[in-house]
């Protein structure tokens, strides 16, 4: 007899669904169109997460974090965002994203300084790539970095960093060595505060709207040789890397998207009568119904295995693409889907189906977009196919 596969999650994962799904229901549900309307960033929900330990979610307890996996990681998201997908973009940007590239490329002293107070939830984290002229070609980034004596004076504008205005704490990549291509970038920790560095404009959003979401300006802003990140020429690597694991984030982001959709469907379709029946009564909800569920299965299962995939210390930077792509495709579809079940009422914000179908369209553009994912599944599919 060989070994069966086991397809559920252990005991303590699913009591941490559980703890995480009586938290957001208590604390985030009836708040959600609130902050969503009023473009609120829900600083003192994030203060509660952080004591909770969700924002140090994915590192060892002497940095200040909660000790636990990427699998534990991607549950808690997804349970954050079937509420709403700000509150999860939130704790995954700044668990993945700043706090994650400063434990995996960080100095001892580095993450003294500046992985504690982040793991530990006492400061937002932010992460600055993108740039007005360079998102998906981000080898192309402009923002410079000019060493003189022992600081580094660096100049630029990045946009769309998320907790550009809350966070405390950035990772920003800049060109150290002009004409040097992707191989001519590194990362540095910057601090709010620092002279010359501040948040520009805040962006006013389709969804996400709860998420901060800005420009980062960059003018003559002195920063320590110890803050450089690792190495000087690798920090486009460095980001590459970082954004491997995001992936699994924003997958569970979408998944936890479409689960909400899916369930405010369900509910939905039992209560609205047509015809004399029940919406769900009809074949062609109840085939849609069905549609939706097998999808959001199938990308349970791709986001549960990139996530165990990187637990276990193997490679994942495919799967977390290829889960991340079908992902948040599949909860386009499925919000898309939720709002026609609705009808009339899927129009309006009386239901979460409205907001649900805004917010997950972030998923097919943050942390490369469809196209971008599609490239990298394409390009593992080519390198392993290589004799
Ligand atoms: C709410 C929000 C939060 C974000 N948070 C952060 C953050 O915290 N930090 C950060 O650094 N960035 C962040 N981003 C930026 C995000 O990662 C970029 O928007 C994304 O990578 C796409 O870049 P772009 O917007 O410049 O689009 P572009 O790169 O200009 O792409 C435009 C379109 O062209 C397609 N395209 C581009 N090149 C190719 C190609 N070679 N082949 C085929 N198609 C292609 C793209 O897929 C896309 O459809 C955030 C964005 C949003 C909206």
Avoid at 158 to 182: D, E, Q, W, Y
Avoid at 308 to 320: C, E, I, M, W
Wanted: hydrophobic fraction near 40%; glycine fraction near 12%.
């Amino acid at each position: 007899m060989g070994e069966a596969l086991d397809f559920t999650l252990p005991e303590h994962v699913e009591a941490l669904r559980e703890e995480v799904r009586r938290f957001a229901h208590k604390e985030i549900r009836p708040h959600v169109m609130t902050w969503d309307e009023g473009r609120i960033f829900p600083e003192a929900l994030m203060r509660k997460l952080g004591e909770m330990g969700m924002l140090g979610i994915i590192f060892p307890e002497q940095w200040g974090g909660a000790g636990m996996g990427y699998l534990e990681y991607a549950v808690v998201v997804e349970e954050l965002a079937r509420v709403d997908g700000s509150v999860g973009l939130g704790v995954a940007a700044h668990n993945s994203l700043c706090a994650n590239h400063i434990y995996s490329q960080g100095s001892e002293d580095q993450r003294q300084r500046y992985l504690k107070p982040l793991a530990s939830g006492q400061v937002l984290g932010t992460w600055a790539l993108t740039e007005p002229g360079s998102g998906s070609d981000a080898g192309a980034l402009r923002t410079t970095a000019r060493l003189a004596g022992d600081t580094w004076v660096l100049n630029g504008t990045k946009n769309f960093a998320t907790h550009g205005t809350v966070g405390g704490i950035a990772v920003v990549m800049a060109r150290t060595r002009p004409g040097a291509g992707s191989d001519g970038i590194s990362a540095f920790i910057l601090e709010k505060g620092m002279p010359g560095f501040r948040a520009g404009k805040q962006e006013n959003k389709l969804g996400m709207r709860a998420s901060d979401t800005s420009e980062l300006i960059l003018e003559d802003v002195a920063v320590p040789a110890a803050n450089l990140l690792g190495a000087e020429g690798v920090g486009f690597k460095q980001a590459m890397t970082t954004l491997d694991g995001g992936r699994i984030s924003i997958a569970a982001l979408a998944l936890g998207m479409a689960q909400g959709a899916f369930e405010a469907s369900v509910k939905y379709s039992a209560m609205r009568r047509t015809f004399g029946r029940a919406l769900n009564e009809h074949q062609a909800i109840q085939f849609k119904l069905a549609d939706m569920q097998v999808q959001i299965e199938a990308a349970r299962l791709l986001v549960y295995r990139a996530a165990s995939l990187k637990d276990r210390g193997l490679p994942y930077a495919k799967a977390a693409a290829m889960a991340k792509l079908y992902a948040s495709e599949m909860a386009c579809r499925v919000a898309d889907e939720a709002v026609q079940i609705h009808g009339g009422y899927g129009f309006i914000k009386d239901y979460p189906v409205e907001k649900f179908y805004r917010d997950v369209k972030l998923c097919t553009i943050g942390e490369g977009t469809s196209e971008i994912q599609r490239m990298v599944i394409a390009r593992h599919i080519i390198g392993e196919s290589r004799p």
